[in-house]
Each structure stands twice: as C-alpha cells, then as structure tokens.
C-alpha cells in the first residue's frame, strides 16, 4: 500500500526490531538513520545523509524502546521539514505515550505538522499502558483510503480481533486513566533507582530514558564493548538477562527493563555491577 519493491524507508537507530522485518515483507528496503553519535536523537544532517530518490517513508517510536528517548518538537518540526519535501509518509510509533517522566513531554507529529495528516499514519494500542499485552489490541489513524486498504488486508489475516479483547481494551481506555497514573509513577520510581545504581558502576555510560521502561546502557568503554558477548557473558556468570543492543542496529549498547520488582531491579543491578568490577 505503501511501499514498492525496492522502496526504502527510514528507520532510526536505536529501532524496535520488528520494523526492518515489516519493510522487508512490504518489499522495501530499510535505511537505518545513525543517532548513536548524537545522544539518540536524529539530526537534520544524518537524515540528509540517508535519504535518496527511492526513500517513500520513515519509522518513528517516540518514546522509543530500547532507548526511553522522546522526539521533542523541534526534532520532530526538523523530521517533518524532510517529509513535507520529499512527500515522504510518516508512521508514528507511539504505544509508549502514557509512560512518559517529567520534565520530558510526549507529543505527537501531527501537533507539530497538522497539515502533513493525509501522510501520517499514527499507531498506538492497549498493550503497555494498559499492561494488556496479551490481549493483542492495537489501532491506527490514517487517512481514510488508506484505513479502507488496511481493513482488507486485515479481513484476510486475522478477520479482526476477538470481541472480548475489544471490550476489555475500550473498558481500559475509558475508565482505567488512575490506573495508569499508579503504574506509571511506579515505573518512574524503578527509573529512578536503576539510574542511580548504573551511575556508580564502572565503564558504563546511560541516557536518562524519558519514556517507557527501558535504560540502554553504553557498554563501548567496557573491556567487552561487544554488546553480543557481554550479554552472554552477563548471563553465563551472573544470571542477569539483558538484551544486546545489535538488535535494534546500536551495537555496543545493551538494554534493561524496570518493568520488575523493585527487589528484582536491586538484586540484577548489584550483579551487574559485580560483574562490570571483575573484568
């Protein structure tokens, strides 16, 4: 609908790794825009570097997962300069919207760029700040042509989703927002200790995430700045789960979740920092 064969569409590193394998069923080629150098924010000039005449369109997750970053609106005003130019479509990420910290603010593209709405395809669902994860409930706005092709397509997948989760998923949206508050000043508390714990080990190096759950630790100065090894050496030695960050296209990075105990986080970071003192 989108994309052709051979089309490239832009994703930012750190990415979500599911987004170059949904390119990649549409036909398309990804085009990994490098924020690894520029605090995971992208720059007008990283994006200038990427784009060609076969690029159709961009990824964004704001916040992001792995890295908790948020686009502010000057970012987000500078990624829709390009779009506005090269008449590029935009899908915007945002399932992460409600776990944001202050003083970061979420916003959204088309508050910055409403005139960009007929290329804009908001994503969004019930899974994280509704911790509905397994009930598979998720919704886009896009232009009405478009919505009309994505009901098709769907009738041919999964015909829709069930009933029961459609319910439960619009019980959430209209009554559960205390609910969310509670979980999300719980995630920030956990943000707050974890940060202050990676912060006294050695080698390592963080971004305050401003969004989600995740920290995305900066492993490159480590005696393993190979982020692949050093998970499965964190593992082996300590029995500490950790995601390398090569699988969101950010080698030397690795990513933690907080969406734990408070135990849990205490008990993991103290091992890892064990580990990080013993090489």
Not at 223 to 232: A, G, H, L, V
Request: hydrophobic content about 45%; proline content about 6%; aromatic content about 10%.
């Amino acid at each position: 609908m989108l994309v052709d064969p051979g089309d490239e569409v832009l994703l930012f590193s750190p990415a979500w790794v599911s987004y170059v394998e949904q390119v990649h069923l549409a036909g398309g080629k990804d085009v990994i825009v490098d924020t690894l150098k520029t605090d995971l924010i992208p720059t007008k000039e990283a994006i200038d570097a990427v784009l060609s005449d076969k690029t159709v369109g961009m990824i964004i997750n704001s916040p992001s997962n792995p890295s908790g970053a948020i686009y502010n609106e000057e970012t987000l005003k500078m990624i829709a300069d390009f779009a506005r130019e090269k008449d590029l479509w935009i899908i915007f990420d945002e399932i992460y919207e409600r776990l944001v910290y202050a003083p970061a603010k979420h916003v959204n593209i088309l508050n910055v760029a409403p005139d960009l709405r007929d290329k804009v395809i908001i994503i969004n669902g019930a899974s994280k700040a509704y911790a509905m994860t397994g009930w598979r409930i998720g919704y886009a706005l896009a232009p009405k042509p478009l919505i009309s092709k994505m009901n098709t397509l769907q009738t041919h997948l999964t015909s829709n989703a069930s009933s029961i989760a459609q319910w439960a998923a619009w019980g959430a949206v209209k009554d559960a927002d205390p609910d969310v508050e509670m979980m999300r000043k719980a995630f920030e508390e956990r943000r707050g200790v974890i940060l202050g714990l990676v912060r006294d080990m050695p080698y390592v190096k963080v971004r305050d995430p401003e969004g989600a759950f995740y920290i995305f630790i900066d492993v490159r100065e480590s005696p393993i700045p190979d982020d692949i090894k050093f998970c499965e050496k964190l593992l082996e030695e300590k029995f500490v789960a950790a995601v390398p960050g090569a699988a969101f296209f950010a080698p030397g990075f690795v990513r933690f979740s907080y969406a734990c105990s408070m135990d849990n986080i205490r008990e993991g970071m103290q091992r890892l920092k064990e580990f990080l003192s013993s090489l």
